[in-house]
């Protein structure tokens, strides 16, 4: 079992930044690939990027590429998203997931309970 608690959201106004955090915790936390989803009101859950264990591999929707950029820090237990050039419609609740680096929500094993980001005009 793993146990997800993701932080960093907040309102922020649109061109800006932030950063998310996932603190991981449970056995074997540290190797599990790990993704970032997403949920704005009316819409479906929609993935956002994932990382492999080492953090080598790492993949981006086309919506946030260029833009958003996926880390961890093992020693940590914690997984990152950096959240730049922030758009209106970037406005959602951000999750934390893990055990797998696809773009389906099925395909994930534990989820973090939310946290919302909000981008002003």
């Known amino acids: 079992q793993v146990q997800l608690v993701e932080s960093g959201g907040g309102l922020v106004q649109a061109g800006g930044s932030l950063r998310l955090s996932c603190a991981a915790s449970?056995?074997?936390?540290?190797?599990?690939?790990m993704g970032w989803f997403r949920q704005a009101p009316g819409k479906e859950r929609e993935f956002v990027a994932a990382i492999n264990w080492s953090g080598a591999n790492r993949n981006y929707a086309d919506s946030v590429k260029g833009r958003f950029t996926i880390s961890r820090d093992n020693a940590k237990r914690t997984v990152y998203l950096q959240m730049n050039s922030l758009k209106f419609e970037d406005t959602a609740v951000y999750y934390c997931?893990?055990?797998?680096?696809?773009?389906?929500?099925?395909?994930?094993?534990?989820w973090g309970q939310g946290t919302q980001v909000t981008v002003s005009s």
């Open positions: 997931a893990a055990g797998s680096t696809g773009q389906a929500p099925e395909a994930y094993d534990f």
């Open positions: 449970g056995r074997s936390s540290s190797i599990y690939p």
